[in-house]
């Protein structure tokens, strides 16, 4: 239980870093209370689609990940996160991002401030 509470405050994290950093990824609220619940409801459904929808993904482009060397890696996480994107539209959260080159960059961004808050912060059970 504890490892899910940290990758999804990892994952809050680093999607607050790329809506701080990228303007095209927005998160509205009233106040910063329902913008911090908002967000971590959006680290749920990211989370979510990041364990379900992007290992099957992944297996389906094995080929372009051998012939690109690993760049649709890329192109999958923008993916992932245009998925979210929708999700949370469909769930009525304010999360929005503008384009696919805007998500190819918050992947970018998410992936590297993930991978850093999860070197971080402790990983047991």
Not at 28 to 41: E, F, H, M, R
Not at 43 to 51: C, I, K, R, S, W
Not at 54 to 59: H, R
């Amino acid at each position: 239980m504890k490892n899910f509470v940290v990758k999804t405050l990892a994952n809050a994290g680093a999607l607050g870093v790329a809506i701080w950093l990228l303007q095209d990824i927005t998160l509205t609220g009233d106040s910063t209370g329902k913008k911090a619940w908002t967000l971590i409801l959006v680290a749920l459904v990211f989370g979510l689609v990041n364990f379900l929808v992007k290992p099957v993904v992944q297996l389906l482009t094995i080929p372009l990940f051998i012939l690109t060397l690993g760049l649709i890696t890329l192109i999958v996480n923008a993916l992932m996160l245009l998925l979210t994107s929708w999700l949370a539209g469909v769930l009525d959260l304010s999360f929005h991002v503008e384009g696919f080159w805007t998500a190819v960059l918050g992947g970018l961004i998410i992936s590297v401030v993930s991978w850093a808050l999860n070197v971080v912060l402790p990983d047991g059970d």
